[in-house]
């Protein structure tokens, strides 16, 4: 028997996300990414060593910021006892059973909230610029490093951000309830950008 198709919040957008995408910004969709939310004592050391051996992470202990391991998973810090670790698609229930067993009797919280949100990708020389036009935050790699990660609004939608190595951009996680609006809010801040934008990049 074929496996069923996953469908995403964002099936309907494909076309118009890539239409809308030219050399100067582009806009793509990562909407099954793994997510596993985490809450621990930061003070416990035995804790944070145990989920290191699990994840292959050193949590980050320093606000707004995210590290990423030898493999396939990042960290984002979201708050002094609350990380969200993010992965490969599919691999979320297993990451969240491993740092269950790993964990033991330490009082930890362990979510696999991979159905909640989706991945948007915008990416190239202006996409700074675009998001610019909806966040207040300054974007630019002096203030936003490459390990930065934040919690702020897009175009009135809370997200999580942060910047992309390759191809250079900016990931924002967005909540289904609001994927479709922003989504739709991006590719509509692209269209100066489109085909036959000549502008360098603003850097």
């Known amino acids: 028997m074929a496996d069923t198709p996953l469908h995403t919040p964002l099936d309907d957008l494909a076309d118009a996300m890539t239409v809308a995408s030219s050399p100067a910004v582009a806009l793509a969709a990562m909407p099954l990414l793994a ?3 985490l809450r621990a004592d930061p003070a416990d050391a035995v804790a944070l060593a145990a989920i ?3 994840t292959g992470l050193d949590l980050p202990t320093t606000p707004n910021i995210r590290v ?49 949100r989706v991945g948007l990708d915008l990416t190239g020389p202006r ?12 974007l630019h790699p002096r203030v936003m490093g490459p390990d930065a990660c934040v919690q702020t ?4 939608a809370p997200v999580m951000l942060h910047r992309l190595a390759e191809p250079a951009g900016f990931r924002l996680l967005v909540r289904n309830s609001f994927a479709h609006y922003l989504t739709d809010w991006l590719t509509d801040a692209m269209g100066e950008y489109g ?3 000549g502008g360098e990049d603003a850097g």
């Not at 996409?127 to 300054?138: I, M, N, S, T």
């Open 35 to 37: 997510q596993v939310n």
């Open 52 to 54: 290191a051996g699990a």
């Open 68 to 116: 990423t391991g030898d493999g396939d998973w990042s960290a984002l810090w979201l708050g002094p006892d609350e990380w969200l670790l993010v992965g490969p698609e599919g691999a979320g229930a297993d990451m969240a059973n491993g740092l269950r067993t790993a964990l033991g009797a330490h009082h930890v919280s362990v979510v696999d909230v991979s159905a909640n």
């Open 127 to 138: 996409a700074a610029d675009v998001l610019a036009k909806g966040c207040a935050l300054d």
């Open 153 to 156: 609004v897009v175009a009135k």
């Open 195 to 197: 085909a036959g934008f």
